[in-house]
Antibody, heavy 120, light 110 residues
Framework: EVQLVQSGAEVKKPGATVKISCKAS????????IHWVQQAPGKGLEWLGR????????IYAEKFQGRVTITADTSRDTAYMELSSLRSEDTAVYFC?????????????WGQGTLVTVSS | QSALTQPASVSGSPGQSITISCTGT?????????VSWYQQHPGKAPKLMIY???KRPSGVSNRFSGSKSGNTASLIISRLQAEDEADYYC??????????FGGGTKVTVL
């Protein structure tokens, strides 16, 4: 059974950096890109970027370029999303997700989400 | 990359059909046949309902269907049920491995 289990909630001050993990199981970790999605309170979903665990290649959304870093550790079957220079607007639930259908253009497995609160 | 445009809310009575639209551009929805739809209940992770415009994952009710015309994709929910009340998001591949989501539509079952 495919599972993505994320790390727990975080509280950070403005300007700080947060790093969230996503532990994968039930499939070959290097087989699918891992994506990260942001959802601010009461708002919609926003794609942050993805990593190819096979070679570490990353692609980021323009909006987050320069502030987000996504990595994958194949020895731990775990992906990470680091967001720096945090501001109040970054308060959100962050999901990791993979797409296992042919081509992987969608997201059919999701982590449970990690709440990040940015507050002074 | 701008978000895809969805109506903020759609409502219908049990047993009726509703359609949620998702409008993008010729660089995303109009160019690629990689539109997916997600259902999200409060406090839960999104659930894939439709992928590649009109394909249904195993286990998803056949009351859910998808289509696309030009720059607009649509999700149709037939024989509306109380459990369908949720937020729905469309998502399109936008080239160079990027994705773009719609703003979301709240479906209310009257």
């Amino acid at each position: 059974e495919v599972q993505l289990v994320q790390s727990g909630a975080e509280v950070k001050k403005p300007g700080a950096t947060v790093k969230i993990s996503c532990k994968a199981s039930g499939y070959t970790f290097t087989g699918y890109y891992i994506h990260w999605v942001q959802q601010a309170p009461g708002k919609g979903l926003e794609w942050l970027g993805r990593v190819d665990p096979e070679d570490g290649e990353t692609i980021y959304a323009e909006k987050f370029q320069g502030r987000v870093t996504i990595t994958a550790d194949t020895s731990r079957d775990t992906a990470y999303m680091e967001l720096s220079s945090l501001r109040s607007e970054d308060t959100a639930v962050y999901f990791c997700s993979i797409g296992t259908t042919q081509g992987g253009y969608n997201f059919d497995y999701w982590g449970q989400g990690t709440l990040v609160t940015v507050s002074s | 990359q701008s978000a895809l445009t969805q109506p903020a809310s759609v409502s219908g009575s049990p047993g009726q059909s509703i359609t949620i639209s998702c409008t993008g551009t010729s660089s995303d929805v109009g160019y690629y046949n990689y539109v997916s739809w997600y259902q999200q209940h409060p406090g839960k992770a999104p659930k894939l309902m439709i992928y590649d415009v009109s394909k249904r994952p195993s286990g998803v009710s056949n009351r859910f269907s998808g289509s696309k015309s030009g720059n607009t994709a649509s999700l149709i929910i037939s024989r509306l049920q109380a459990e369908d009340e949720a937020d729905y998001y469309c998502c399109s591949y936008a080239g160079r491995s990027t994705r773009v989501f719609g703003g979301g539509t709240k479906v209310t079952v009257l």
